[in-house]
């Protein structure tokens, strides 16, 4: 096991599971640059990951690293220039199954109720109406949305709207979630609540989840594991083994403790932020 609080540096978090498991995602060499003015600006540098069945991995980097760009390119939305991606042991072309990505902004529809927009992706996928609906409100009901159903989105607060949001990613009970600072914009309370909720649904469905995030007290307190990237373009500087346990429930708690500090400052030391 890792000591408490030690970082260990790039290539770290290249470790595969052991024994047969296929890891549902594993990323090797994976390089991405965009092209301006004809020519080719590097984002991504070199970088390789696997994030293993039921685990939750946090990436915390620098504003315009190329954060967003690894999990556009995760999910099929870029293609990588160079490196692989498999999903569930293949390589696929386009968008991976049974994969939930949800973007930074809810992106809501203002024309559909709360229920409308979490039955949307069921919609898509062809689930007939009677069972998309039940499904919606169950999780719209699990994630603190008992009663707001039939509201429309204008008529929520943020945090609603992202729990909205966030019942849509997860109602088609994807395997392997990506959000993209999902929680940004919330205050610490609705976070904190929402947080826990991801967590909470993540770990009963053995799922596996890989979190963008600013905020690296959340990229601490969720995650089995926190990878820090370098700036651009991006290659991962060090990761870090969160032995806090599977259970947080205290997440107030948890942030108060001495090994929770420890994790947090080390990854500040990580990203090299200067405070004036
Ligand atoms: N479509 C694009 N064309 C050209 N350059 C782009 C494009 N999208 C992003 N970039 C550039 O790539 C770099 C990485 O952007 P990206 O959005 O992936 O960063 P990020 O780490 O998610 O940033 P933030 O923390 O601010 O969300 C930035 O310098 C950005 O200007
Ligand atoms: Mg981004």
């Known amino acids: 096991m890792t000591e408490v609080g030690s970082g260990h540096k790039a290539g770290a978090a290249n470790a595969v599971a052991g024994g047969a498991v296929v890891p549902p995602l594993v990323v090797e060499h994976v390089s991405k640059g965009y092209e301006v003015n004809g020519e080719i600006v590097p984002v991504i540098g ?3 990951l696997t994030l293993r069945e039921g685990e ?3 990436i915390v980097g620098p504003s315009g690293c190329g954060k967003t760009t690894l999990l556009n390119t995760l999910c099929g939305l870029l293609s990588p220039d160079s490196g692989r991606i498999r999903w569930h042991g293949r390589e696929v072309t386009g968008q991976p199954q049974n994969v939930g990505y949800m973007l930074q902004k809810d992106l809501l529809l203002p024309w559909r109720t709360a229920l409308g927009n979490a039955m949307l992706g069921l919609e898509i996928r062809g689930v007939a ?3 998309a609906e039940d499904r919606s409100r169950a999780m719209l009901d ?3 949305l008992h009663g707001f159903a039939d509201h429309y989105p204008s008529t ?3 945090g609603m709207r992202q729990r909205v949001a966030l019942a849509r990613t997860l109602v088609h009970e994807p395997d392997v979630l990506l959000l993209d600072e999902p929680f940004a914009a919330l205050d610490f309370q609705s976070k904190l609540l ?4 991801t967590a909470s649904l993540v770990r009963q469905g053995r799922r596996s989840l890989l979190l963008i995030t600013h905020d690296i007290e959340e990229a601490v307190s969720l995650a089995d594991r926190v990878i820090v990237l370098s700036k651009r373009p991006t290659r991962i500087k060090a990761v870090y083994d969160i032995a806090l346990g599977a259970e947080r429930t205290d997440m107030i708690g948890l942030r108060q403790s001495p090994e929770f500090s420890h994790y947090v400052r080390r990854i500040w030391a990580d990203l090299d932020v200067v405070l004036q």
């Open 46 to 48: 070199d970088l390789s």
């Open 56 to 58: 939750i991995i946090s």
């Open 129 to 131: 109406a009677a069972e």
């Open 142 to 144: 699990q994630l603190g």
């Open 156 to 158: 929520l607060s943020g």
């Open 194 to 197: 929402i947080e826990n909720d």
